[in-house]
């Protein structure tokens, strides 16, 4: 029986079609081993940050820190204590107010009043590591006496910083009342943020009082006899003129208080 052959023409003609098509993998190969890179590089940088999300890295808040304690005539290695009537303001730096702009103006820069650093009290974690603590001691009472990160000598009801100073103001489970209020109203710059958390009693009504003067109502929440809001401060507030809106949670009690 004869073998049924290939004719060669047709067979030749298929070489030229393999080499054209191994190339075509081996140039994909490449663009997928080469191309990577090339969008990697391609990729358009992130959108940045506003000033109130920017995060402050340490070492900015230890300059500022040390800064802030420069211009106030210290060291920042002090041993204060206060024992102190909270009714009295008290002005460690004979009227010294440090200035915004005696700062590095790019440089957010956000205050705990009363604040200890990172610690726990009542199961619950306060603090950071990472603002201005600014407090009368030198040392925190929560965390064995040990000398607070960051610290700015001050008293909440004479903060010694001149107005619209801070990006951000925190308040946490330290003395509120209305003399603290006006300090953080005065401080706090337009378009800033409060953030406050403590005791129901007296926190509720203080946090009611400087929403009525701002004229702002963020939703506040309670947990475990906690209160705590994050309070947007109006780009046109002025602290000089309160606008003692009416509340919305004017007639709200406290399950104490039914």
């Given at each position: ?102 700062l590095p103006l790019d440089e957010v820069i956000k205050l705990d009043i009363g604040g200890e650093g990172e610690h726990t009290q009542f199961g619950r974690k306060w603090g950071s590591n990472e603002v201005l603590n600014v407090n009368c001691s ?121």
């Amino acid at each position: 029986a004869m073998q049924r052959r290939v004719p060669t023409g047709i067979a030749l003609s298929r070489r030229p079609i393999l080499y054209f098509v191994g190339s075509v993998v081996v140039l994909v190969h490449l663009r997928k081993i080469f191309g990577s890179k090339n969008k990697q590089e391609l990729k358009p940088l992130p959108s940045p940050q506003t000033k109130e999300e920017a995060p402050i890295a340490r070492s900015d808040v230890e300059s500022q820190a040390q800064r802030i304690n420069q211009l106030l005539g210290l060291t920042g290695q002090e041993n204060q204590s206060c024992f102190t009537n909270l009714t009295t303001k008290r002005d460690p730096h004979n009227g010294r107010k440090i200035r915004r702009d005696e700062l590095p103006l790019d440089e957010v820069i956000k205050l705990d009043i009363g604040g200890e650093g990172e610690h726990t009290q009542f199961g619950r974690k306060w603090g950071s590591n990472e603002v201005l603590n600014v407090n009368c001691s030198s040392f925190a009472t929560q965390q064995n006496n040990q000398r607070i990160p960051h610290h700015v000598y001050g008293y909440a009801e004479n903060l010694p910083f001149e107005d619209h100073f801070a990006d951000g103001v925190v308040l946490e489970n330290s003395p509120f009342h209305s003399g603290v209020i006006s300090e953080i109203e005065r401080v706090i710059k337009p378009g800033g943020e409060v953030e406050i958390t403590g005791p129901m009693e007296p926190y509720f009504n203080g946090i009611q009082s400087m929403c009525q003067d701002m004229c702002t109502f963020p939703p506040m929440t309670l947990d475990d006899g906690f209160v705590s809001t994050k309070i947007r401060v109006p780009q046109d507030y002025d602290y000089r003129k309160p606008r003692n809106c009416p509340s919305p949670f004017a007639n709200w009690r406290s399950p104490a208080n039914k």
